[in-house]
């Protein structure tokens, strides 16, 4: 069955650290990948996403993700953390008809 | 380019009243999607149609939902009788292309729900 896992609710960083959200998936063959952020009030935005080629994605706002198969992971990653990054992020899988989304993961930025 | 209409913005009813949605996609989309998105969680998928034709509605509460996208255009999600537990953000979301392509999802504002 298709799947996506958040393991993490909540991650606080302080502005200027680095980050990394994690997300695993399930499904039988590889599937396109999403993450998408949500500011407060706001609708959901696509950072980046990746279907196939480079394992290593470039995406909006500095993000990047990469896809490993063997672990069945697509981890979100930003070198250096500003206080604007403050909001939830949603991993998503798109496979046969589905495109489905994890629980998400509300990161907070420290000054 | 217009985005994705959703009205209302806010609705609020009580219990066991109904209520509807109304959802028009990206002019040319021919996938559309209806996300409930309950406070502190992810969107879940209620139903996905490809035109007029229903993909997945597998995660319907089929004896409370209802939903139908007749020409193929504009959709309509209803709930009757409305519980509590449906107090969240319905969202729209659409698609250019066949449910298996690797397009991203152009939501709508989605409509904040809340039953008393």
């Known amino acids: 069955a298709q799947s996506v896992t958040q393991p993490d609710i909540h991650i606080t960083v302080s502005e200027g650290a680095s980050l990394e959200l994690r997300c695993n998936y399930s499904?039988?063959?590889?599937?396109?990948l999403f993450w998408y952020v949500q500011s407060p009030g706001q609708g959901l935005q696509l950072l980046l996403k990746?279907?196939?080629?480079?394992?290593l994605v470039q995406g909006i706002k500095g993000f990047e993700a990469e896809f490993k198969r063997s672990q069945s992971s697509f981890n979100l990653r930003k070198p250096s953390v500003h206080w604007s990054d403050a909001a939830e992020y949603f991993c998503?899988?798109?496979?046969?008809?589905?495109?489905?989304f994890g629980t998400g993961t509300r990161l907070k930025v420290l000054a | 380019e217009a985005g994705v209409a959703q009205s209302p913005r806010y609705k609020i009813i009580e219990k066991r009243q109904s209520v509807a949605f109304w959802c028009n996609p990206i002019?040319?989309?021919?996938?559309l999607y209806w996300y409930q998105q309950i406070l502190g969680q992810g969107p879940k998928l209620l139903i996905q149609?490809?035109?007029?034709?229903?993909?997945?509605d597998s995660q319907l509460p089929k004896d409370r939902f209802s939903a139908e996208r007749l020409k193929g255009v504009d959709s309509t999600l209803k709930i009757q009788p409305a519980k509590l537990e449906d107090s969240a953000v319905y969202l729209c979301?659409?698609?250019?292309?066949?449910?298996?392509?690797?397009?991203?999802?152009?939501f709508g504002s989605g409509t904040q729900l809340s039953v008393l």
């Open positions: 979301a659409s698609t250019g292309q066949g449910s298996t392509t690797n397009e991203k999802l152009f």
């Open positions: 499904y039988g063959a590889t599937p396109y």
């Open positions: 990746y279907f196939s080629g480079d394992t």
């Open positions: 998503a899988v798109q496979g046969t008809y589905k495109y489905i």
């Open positions: 002019s040319g989309h021919a996938t």
């Open positions: 149609f490809q035109n007029n034709g229903v993909v997945d």
